[in-house]
């Protein structure tokens, strides 16, 4: 079992940045490749970001590359997603999610636990 807690969310401006940080507890962390996704008002929840096991590959939505960069620390245990340039529709719920598989994690379904979420509004 792993627990995932999400922090950071907030009210910014559009042009403004963010941090989000997920702490992770429970079974080893370095097993798991770690992912970002979000979900706005009436849409599906969509992938945002992923880093594997080792934090060695990242994979970006074609939306947020070269704005946002996710991170890890498997020593302190947690994923961090670094927001910059934010724009009105990045305005979501934010979730940070681990899944055991390797690959091109694309896909709710492809992870095991998720945390409750961040509230990320943008400003225009």
């Known amino acids: 079992q792993v627990q995932l807690v999400e922090s950071g969310g907030g009210l910014v401006a559009a042009g403004d940045s963010l941090r989000l940080s997920c702490q992770a507890s429970?079974?080893?962390?370095?097993?798991?490749?770690l992912g970002w996704f979000r979900q706005a008002p009436g849409k599906e929840r969509e992938f945002v970001a992923l880093?594997?096991?080792?934090?060695?590959?990242?994979l970006y939505a074609d939306s947020v590359k070269g704005r946002f960069t996710i991170s890890r620390d498997n020593v302190k245990n947690t994923v961090t997603l670094q927001m910059n340039s934010l724009k009105p529709e990045d305005t979501a719920v934010y979730y940070c999610?681990?899944?055991?598989?390797?690959?091109?994690?694309?896909?709710?379904?492809?992870?095991?636990?998720w945390g409750q979420g961040t509230q990320v509004t943008v400003s225009s």
């Open positions: 880093i594997n096991k080792s934090g060695g590959s990242t």
């Open positions: 999610a681990a899944s055991g598989l390797f690959g091109l994690l694309r896909r709710e379904y492809q992870y095991d636990y």
């Open positions: 429970g079974r080893t962390f370095s097993g798991f490749a």
